[in-house]
């Protein structure tokens, strides 16, 4: 069963950084596209990054680009969303997954930008 484990959320104040995690099981993880999206209270899942499976091509939405940094390794089926000069717009529940999506949401990462 594909199955993806976010971390590395939490609350920080406007300007700070964060770096998530997401690990994925139950499929090959090193053949597929992999995606992070957040989804804010009452709005749908928007995509924020996404990285090709060698790593060498990274699009990033425009609401994220210049402070968003999407990583990936395919031995650990890891992929990582760095994440700078945070405002209170980036706050939302942050899941990683395939791109396109399919419907095995993990549980998310929550991250809170506050002062």
């Known amino acids: 069963q594909v199955r993806f484990v976010e971390s590395g959320g939490g609350l920080v104040q406007p300007g700070g950084s964060l770096r998530l995690s997401c690990v994925g099981s139950g499929f090959k993880f090193s053949n597929q596209d992999i995606g992070w999206y957040r989804q804010a209270p009452g709005k749908q899942h928007e995509s924020v990054a996404w990285?090709?499976?060698?790593?060498?091509?990274?699009i990033y939405a425009d609401s994220v680009k210049g402070r968003a940094t999407i990583s990936r390794d395919n031995d650990r089926n890891t992929a990582h969303l760095q994440m700078d000069n945070l405002n209170v717009e980036d706050t939302a529940v942050y899941y990683c997954?395939?791109?396109?999506?399919?419907?095995?949401w993990g549980q998310g990462t929550q991250i809170t930008v506050s002062s």
């Open positions: 990285i090709s499976p060698g790593g060498r091509v990274a």
């Open positions: 997954n395939e791109r396109p999506p399919n419907n095995n």
